[in-house]
Every structure is written in structure tokens, then in C-alpha cells.
């Protein structure tokens, strides 16, 4: 809910000189292209997070499963459910939203009042865009401001939408003009402006057009909204030991290997280059950004248990981070 109560701790609250920069924002928004691992990313920061002493809040904003998969299964609904020591998980629900808020600030009490306004809300949202966005992104702005949770980590909707998202409370209370729509989307632009507050962290992995989207984003958010844009996550790199062999070992080692070897090596140089090219591109065109990057998960054995593969990934976002 649009809680009017502190959420109560199971462990103390981490001091913010225990903290690396990215996890004293209170607001993280961790987007996107499809398949690129945003989901199990934003669940291994809110692990990480919560491990760190925050209670975190994780929302995942297109409730197509991906949270509640990573979390060892179990239904998530639009109330927080606590599923570990300081986590609480929940998705997004634009209704739910909605009825909330109406009960919070118009003061409408019961739900046979609310279903003929969620009616009419309809017909508006359709019309006036960036009304469905607010329900979804202000939810999560008032549960920073209420300081219900010490950071809100959030699975968010793939590139092509996180724009509008953030930029809806600003263009929808310029529009308002005046009134209580006005003040309402005041206060959301002041949290997701602050750099000390709000960040977008995108998730890239060295391919082309992957990487080509991902200077986009960054190009879009910065020009068309206030929001910060101050770290990405490369995934699915390559690990050191391939990335020290240059070319002229790598050939003299292929003479030597076996032939199931020295294809696998062959591989792995093909990826490395892709990759360097891929880091060099984004370093190039989008500047000012802290890399975070992170191995294949996919690089370990299919035969381990999934919970010790994301151990494994969440050990390497902390030593990165």
C-alpha cells in the first residue's frame, strides 16, 4: 500500500559509510532491453541491499513472474510480502494503485465508491497520457517519501517505456497547471530529480544493437528528463583470465591446445573483442557513468542449484560494487 506507517525492521539499518554510492539512492530504477538480465539484477541489488542492513522494498513494474521466479517462486501481489531478512517483494498494479490513492488522498472509503471512479479513470487514462504512469511510478515515489523503506529497487518496464514512466509526474503537472493534481506531481518530480534520491541504472550486454539502444536510453533520459543516470551494469562479460590473452597468445596457444580447447578459446577471443569494442562505444558516446560488469551467469554449471548460482552472482555485484 501507499503505507501511512514505518514498515518495522528485522535488523538494524546500514550506516551510509557502510554504503557504496549506488546503494545510498533510495530510489533505483534498474531497466533494460529485453533479455539482457535486468530482473535477476534487480533482485541480486535488493539481496545485496537487504544483506547490507536496508530494508528494501523490490517491485517489479511488468508483473510478468520474473521477480517472483528469482525468489524461489511464490505468488507476489501489489502488497509488500516479506520474502527474506529486510526484503519485501511486490508488482505493480495500476488498479490497486489507484484505489489506494483515492482512499488516501480523496478520501473515498469504501471500494463499491471507488469502482465507478476506477471506471471513469479509464476513459481519462486513455485520452491523457502519462495518467497510467503516475498511478505506477508515484506509489513508488510516496513510499520514499513516507521513508517506509530505507531504498525501493525496482525491476522497471524495458527501454522503450522507463522514459515515459519517469517523466510523467513532471509533464502531467505542467498540464494540471494548478490544483491538486499539481501538488500531487510536485512532489514526485522533486524525488525522481534528486540525484542524491532517484537513479536509473541501465543493464547492457556487449552486443551491437544492444549497445546502440542503450546510448539511446541514456541520451533520452538525460535530454528529456532531470533523473540521474549514474552507473550502468555491463552483464555477461568475459572473465580476466580470457581477457589478458591477446591475440598472438591466443595463436600460439591454439597450436598447442586440444582441438575441443583451442575452440573454446577460439570462442571466448571472439567474445572478448565484442566486448572491448562494446565497452569502448559506450565509454565513448555516454560519459560521466560508473561500470559495474559482471560475468556470464550461464558460464556456470546448468547442474547447480539455481540459489547457488545467484550466490555466486551476488558475491561478484558486492565485490564490484
Given at each position: 500500500?501507499?503505507r501511512?506507517?514505518?514498515v518495522?525492521?528485522?535488523g538494524?539499518?546500514?550506516?551510509a559509510a557502510d554504503l557504496?554510492?549506488?546503494l545510498?539512492?533510495r530510489?533505483v530504477?534498474?531497466?533494460g532491453?529485453?533479455?539482457?538480465?535486468?530482473?535477476t539484477?534487480?533482485?541480486?541489488l535488493a539481496r545485496?541491499?537487504a544483506r547490507?542492513?536496508?530494508?528494501?522494498?523490490?517491485c517489479?513494474?511488468?508483473?510478468k513472474?520474473?521477480?517472483?521466479?528469482?525468489m524461489?517462486?511464490?505468488?507476489?501481489?501489489f502488497?509488500?510480502?516479506?520474502v527474506?531478512s529486510n526484503?519485501?517483494a511486490?508488482?505493480?498494479?495500476t488498479e490497486?494503485?489507484?484505489?489506494e490513492?483515492?482512499?488516501?488522498?480523496?478520501?473515498?472509503?469504501?471500494i463499491t465508491?471507488?469502482t465507478?471512479?476506477?471506471?471513469v479513470f479509464?476513459f481519462v487514462a486513455?485520452?491523457?497520457?502519462?495518467v497510467k504512469?503516475?498511478?505506477?511510478v508515484g506509489?513508488?515515489c510516496?513510499e520514499?517519501?513516507?521513508?517506509?523503506y530505507?531504498?525501493v529497487?525496482v525491476?522497471a518496464e524495458?527501454?522503450?517505456?522507463?522514459?515515459?514512466?519517469i517523466a510523467?509526474?513532471r509533464?502531467?503537472g505542467?498540464l494540471?497547471g494548478?490544483?491538486m493534481l499539481r501538488?500531487?506531481?510536485?512532489?514526485?518530480?522533486?524525488?525522481l530529480?534528486d540525484?542524491?534520491t532517484?537513479?536509473?541504472?541501465?543493464?547492457?550486454v556487449p552486443e551491437?544493437?544492444?549497445v546502440?539502444?542503450?546510448?539511446?536510453l541514456?541520451r533520452?533520459i538525460?535530454?528529456q528528463t532531470?533523473?540521474?543516470?549514474?552507473?550502468m551494469i555491463l552483464?555477461r562479460?568475459e572473465?580476466p583470465l580470457?581477457?589478458?590473452i591477446?591475440e598472438?597468445?591466443g595463436s600460439?596457444?591454439?597450436?598447442v591446445?586440444a582441438p575441443?580447447?583451442?575452440?573454446?578459446l577460439r570462442?571466448a577471443?571472439?567474445?572478448?573483442r565484442?566486448?572491448?569494442?562494446?565497452?569502448?562505444?559506450?565509454r565513448?558516446?555516454?560519459?560521466?557513468?560508473?561500470?559495474i560488469?559482471?560475468?556470464?551467469v550461464?558460464?556456470?554449471?546448468?547442474?547447480?542449484p539455481?540459489?547457488d548460482?545467484?550466490e555466486?552472482l551476488?558475491?561478484r555485484?558486492?565485490?564490484?560494487?
Open positions: 500500500m501507499w501511512l506507517a514505518r518495522g525492521s528485522t538494524a539499518s546500514a550506516s557504496t554510492p549506488l545510498r539512492h530510489l530504477f534498474v531497466t532491453k529485453g533479455g539482457v538480465g535486468k530482473s539484477i534487480a533482485v541480486a545485496l541491499a547490507r542492513g536496508l530494508r528494501t522494498l523490490l517489479e513494474m511488468d508483473a513472474g520474473s521477480v517472483a521466479a528469482r524461489g517462486g511464490g505468488m507476489l501481489t502488497e509488500p510480502r516479506l527474506e526484503l519485501w511486490m508488482v505493480m498494479d490497486q494503485s489507484l484505489r490513492y483515492l482512499r488516501l488522498f480523496v478520501k473515498v472509503p469504501l465508491k471507488i465507478p471512479i476506477a471506471a479509464d486513455d485520452a491523457a497520457p502519462g504512469e503516475i498511478l505506477g506509489k513508488l510516496y520514499v517519501r513516507q521513508e517506509n530505507d531504498i529497487i525491476d524495458a527501454t522503450g517505456h522507463i522514459v515515459s514512466q510523467a509526474p509533464i502531467v505542467q494540471a494548478v490544483g501538488d500531487q506531481t510536485e512532489w514526485m518530480a522533486k524525488i530529480e540525484e542524491s532517484c537513479t536509473v541504472v541501465p543493464v547492457v551491437e544493437l544492444v546502440s539502444e542503450t546510448i539511446d541514456v533520452s538525460r535530454s532531470k533523473t540521474s543516470v549514474s552507473w552483464n562479460s572473465e580470457v581477457m589478458s591477446d598472438s597468445t600460439a596457444l591454439e597450436g591446445l575441443e580447447a583451442s575452440e573454446s570462442r577471443t571472439a567474445a572478448r565484442l566486448q572491448q569494442v562494446a565497452i569502448a562505444e559506450l565513448d558516446n555516454v560519459r560521466d557513468l560508473g561500470f560488469v559482471l560475468p556470464e550461464g558460464g556456470w554449471s546448468d547442474e547447480q539455481r540459489g548460482v545467484d555466486a551476488l558475491q555485484l558486492d565485490e564490484e560494487l
